[in-house]
């Protein structure tokens, strides 16, 4: 066992800021490549990002959710699809803190271990002596190609006819990949469908997700009392994917105001845009948007920093929140980004300028199931109006 001495949040939210040139200078070629590059990789790696959610046994940090936040915010700065692949790297990390232990010995025994994962039940896994035998595919499996496991849903039957989800631990080597991510955005995230085949799981490496939702006792002992793994997965996950979406705004912001200097409203007397006053309106707009999403993005961070390691119940109002945080950051996000595209003018269509690129990006996360803003809002305000939730994601 490795226990390591986690840096502040200023010193990792520092070290993701420094990352932001090479991000941003490998961001074409990961984008055509539809992966990250393995330089990116590497300074990942040596910055100690990836260690951030996993337990301190095994060299990891155990940071809070806002230090995720803030870390994921800044990586988003510099590539979209880097800060998403990221956060589910993390998001898979934290739900390991929950399996038996002997799980997370075998896990990681590698300390560079990466975990993707899905939360969607597209498969079926069928009880056998000792463990589960696991058949089907899923979507959208971000990071898979540079993860050594992916945790990934499927649907056991029960006694009476019906089904649990279950998570299920496999490793990425035993999957089948279909390479159809022929996709507009978040390209380099690498997003394949992976296959299982007849896969046996022992029983260790599978957690039913009832609990995980509810944030009930978990099966590990050794991480029982450890603060980050007493909330309950769906916050702890919306909170995590909040960043990137605040991550490209502010990445936006970046790329317009570098551009800006010298450029000139054509058709216009306006030689030069930033005496304009209708840039003034679009730029003063956008800001004020990113920071509401920042606001949504803090918000919810802070929730899960305050309830989950005082061991608070959560209302079922205050669940369904945390998906109205995530839904608005990722509206506002798109909405700054929106108008300083249409303020960049016809060369900003062109493939080596980056706000194209992240204009795709958050149009892509913005379309992502979970995190669709309609949908979160709806949640949401049916709640308030006292009904019932129209979905167990809460």
Same mark, same amino acid.
């Given at each position: ?23 941003r200078e490998k961001a074409t070629w990961m984008d055509e490549n539809s992966r990250i590059h393995d330089d990116v990789l590497d300074a990942l790696t040596d910055a100690g990002i990836l260690k951030m959610r996993v337990p301190v046994r095994y ?108 998570? =299920?631990?496999? @490793? /990425?080597?035993? #999957? *089948?990949?279909? +390479? ?47 603060p980050i793994f007493k909330a309950p997965l769906l916050p702890t996950a919306c909170a995590h994917v909040t960043a990137p979406a605040l991550g490209l705004a502010m990445g936006a912001k970046d790329a317009f105001l570098e551009r800006l200097p ?11 845009? =930033?005496?304009? @006053? /209708?840039?003034? #309106? *679009?730029?003063? +707009? ?81 379309l992502a199931a979970i995190m669709h803003p309609s949908t979160t809002m709806e949640l949401y305000g049916r709640i308030v109006c006292g009904l019932e939730p129209n979905t167990t994601y809460v």
């Amino acid at each position: 066992m490795e226990i390591t001495q986690a840096p502040p949040r200023e010193e990792l939210v520092r070290r993701a800021s420094g990352l932001i040139p090479l991000l941003r200078e490998k961001a074409t070629w990961m984008d055509e490549n539809s992966r990250i590059h393995d330089d990116v990789l590497d300074a990942l790696t040596d910055a100690g990002i990836l260690k951030m959610r996993v337990p301190v046994r095994y060299g990891g940090y155990e940071s809070d959710t806002r230090t995720v936040v803030d870390v994921l915010t800044e990586i988003g700065r510099g590539d979209g699809s880097v800060a998403w692949v990221v956060g589910v790297w993390m998001t898979a990390s934290w739900e390991m803190g929950l399996f038996p232990d002997e799980a997370q010995d075998e896990i990681f025994a590698n300390p560079d271990a990466r975990i993707c994962g899905i939360l969607g039940p597209t498969a079926v896994a069928v009880p056998v002596d000792g463990g589960y035998i696991i058949n089907g595919k899923w979507p959208f499996t971000s990071g898979v190609k540079h993860s050594t496991w992916s945790n990934n849903a499927a649907l056991v039957q029960t006694d009476d006819g019906g089904f649990e989800v279950v998570t =299920a631990v496999i @490793p /990425v080597k035993d #999957l *089948e990949f279909i +390479e159809d991510w022929h996709v507009s955005g978040l390209r380099a995230s690498g997003s394949v469908t992976t296959i299982a085949k007849d896969l046996f799981l022992p029983k260790e490496r599978v957690l039913y997700m009832g609990p995980m939702m509810a944030g009930a006792p978990h099966q590990s002992k050794l991480n029982a009392n450890a603060p980050i793994f007493k909330a309950p997965l769906l916050p702890t996950a919306c909170a995590h994917v909040t960043a990137p979406a605040l991550g490209l705004a502010m990445g936006a912001k970046d790329a317009f105001l570098e551009r800006l200097p010298g450029r000139k409203i054509t058709y216009t007397s306006y030689e030069n845009q =930033a005496e304009a @006053p /209708v840039t003034h #309106l *679009e730029v003063a +707009e956008a800001i004020t948007k990113i920071d509401e999403a920042g606001f949504h993005a803090h918000r919810a961070a802070d929730m899960v920093d305050t309830k989950g390691p005082a061991g608070e119940p959560w209302t079922v109002e205050e669940r369904a929140r945390m998906r109205l945080d995530l839904g608005a950051t990722c509206q506002r996000a798109k909405e700054a980004i929106n108008i300083l595209m249409d303020a960049s003018g016809g060369s900003s269509v062109y493939s080596d300028v980056p706000i194209q690129r992240i204009q795709r990006d958050v149009q892509a996360i913005n379309l992502a199931a979970i995190m669709h803003p309609s949908t979160t809002m709806e949640l949401y305000g049916r709640i308030v109006c006292g009904l019932e939730p129209n979905t167990t994601y809460v």
